[in-house]
């Protein structure tokens, strides 16, 4: 490598300026640009996000507990975790069975409630197929039986 002497007398290696001189290498980044975009980024964010989130305005039903009164004359549907149906303690086979009872009690004035509880994990197929059935044989009132949440 060759080296250079300045008017000094020191040498350095070609290529090297002297402190002060033209050349020299900026280390400070200019942050600025990028605070100024990333300003208006947050202010734009800040204005369109209430306009992107719609949402219907509802009441939701809020959580009540109430004891079922069991009446007689009340129905009480049960489903198993494996889809089983059964009336009060009577296994029915298919929905054409349940159908054909429910049609039955249609027409009885007053007419009484159905009641249905379900398996946590029975398949909510089954359920559907049920309150399906339930509705076309004409029931109006149909409930669903719960745990009351833990305290």
């Known amino acids: 490598m060759a080296m250079v002497s300045d008017p000094a007398g020191a040498s350095r290696p070609r290529g090297q300026e002297v402190a002060g001189g033209e050349d020299e290498v900026m280390a400070a980044i200019n942050t600025t640009p990028l605070v100024d975009v990333m300003l208006v980024l947050l ?3 800040l204005i369109t996000i209430p306009v992107v989130v719609q949402q219907v305005p509802l009441e939701l039903p809020k959580e009540r507990n109430q004891p079922t009164q069991t009446k007689p004359e009340n129905v009480v549907i ?14 029915l086979p298919d929905s054409k069975a349940l159908f054909e009872k429910l049609k039955k009690i249609a ?3 007053p007419q009484p409630e159905v009641h249905i509880r379900a398996d946590g994990a029975a398949r909510y197929e089954s359920i559907g197929k049920v309150v399906a059935t339930a509705q076309r044989a004409a029931i109006l009132k149909i409930g669903f039986i719960t745990e009351p949440p833990p305290r």
């Open 43 to 45: 202010i734009i964010f």
């Open 107 to 109: 027409v009885v004035q």
């Open 78 to 91: 049960a489903v198993n975790r494996d889809g089983d149906v059964f009336w009060n303690l009577e296994y």
